[in-house]
């Protein structure tokens, strides 16, 4: 249990760190830095097949393919869905959007929540329902004061949503599959790492090389920190361990100069709300699961 908890811990550090880092990478722009990250991670993320046993996934993956060729437009799908979600990422802390995105993160799971609840009827607590409904409330508000929710933060919750929910549906949900989406990002991500003049780039940036590679390390770690919490964890832990990353996030945002406007307070104390009930939830049923470990 506490190796599980330690490993989740340090994959939210790594990716909170991540947030910041790549205010490290100017001048290099989002599409930039999305590009470097893919190339530099995916031999992690292939490591990571083999160390947690997943090539015989893989294949059958790649079998299932090839009986219908037409389930491959089914990872383009996820693949353009994440790939959108890990540029969002990264494009934000050098756009003035950090705070946004960091909402975004905030929101999700209780998107999740609804969405498990309404897709494939799973029950959930009262706890978790009142959560949901906070949640509500403060993006109700949010569209009354400013006349909408920003773009980053539904980009997010729809996206993430849509593609967990995709996933499930399909039953790929494991890593194999998670492989290779990124592997079908790799040619695009290619391409926006070839059209950077990295010559120029050093010139502002002399380091920048080396950075790019920290990120590939940085990435690929806590990718497969986040595995390993997932082996040694129950879900209802690791899920309420995975609000440590938006809580950093939201740090991070603070740390490099964004503020919180007045009309965007009542959607940040709804979901601090709603978080702490939801982790409230969460303590409790890890303490009495019958399947404690």
């Known amino acids: 249990m506490l190796k599980g908890v330690a490993f989740s811990l340090f994959a939210s550090l790594l990716f909170g760190y991540m947030y910041y880092f790549s205010t490290l990478l100017l001048p290099l722009s989002g599409t930039d830095i999305f ?10 993320v292939a490591a990571a097949v083999v160390l947690f046993k997943q090539k015989a996934a893989l294949i059958a993956h790649l079998k299932r393919i090839q009986e219908r060729p037409h389930f491959i437009l089914a990872f ?7 790939g959108f ?21 905030l929101l999700l799971p209780l998107v999740m929540v ?32 400013k006349g909408e929710i920003s773009w ?13 929910v995709v ?49 590939g ?32 996030m939201v740090g991070v ?6 503020e919180i406007d007045a009309q965007s307070y009542p959607l940040f104390i709804c979901l601090v709300i709603a978080m702490l009930l939801i982790i409230a939830d969460g303590v409790w049923h890890t303490k009495h699961s019958p399947t404690r470990l």
């Open 76 to 82: 383009i799908f996820t693949s353009a869905l994440m």
């Open 152 to 164: 980053e933060a539904s980009v997010i919750c729809v996206g993430y949503t849509t593609y967990f």
């Open 167 to 215: 996933r499930r549906i399909l039953n790929m949900t494991d890593l194999a599959a998670f492989f290779l989406e990124m592997l079908l990002l790799l040619p695009f991500c290619i391409y926006f790492a070839w059209q950077v003049d990295i010559a120029q780039v050093q010139q502002s940036n002399p380091n920048i090389l080396v950075l790019l590679l920290i990120l």
């Open 114 to 145: 609804a969405a498990a609840r309404i897709i494939f009827k799973e029950r959930i607590s009262r706890i978790k329902f009142l959560a949901v409904l906070i949640a509500a409330v403060g993006v109700i508000s949010n569209i009354v004061l």
């Open 35 to 44: 590009g470097y990250r893919i190339v530099f991670t995916l031999p992690f």
């Open 253 to 258: 945002s603070f740390l490099i100069g964004e």
């Open 85 to 105: 979600q890990m540029w969002l990422f990264l494009w934000a802390p050098n756009n003035s959007s950090s705070i946004s995105v960091s909402f975004g993160y």
């Open 217 to 248: 390390l940085i990435s690929g770690t806590a990718l497969n920190s986040y595995i390993l919490a997932s082996n040694h964890l129950p879900m209802n832990l690791l899920g309420l361990l995975g609000y440590v990353e938006p809580c950093l």
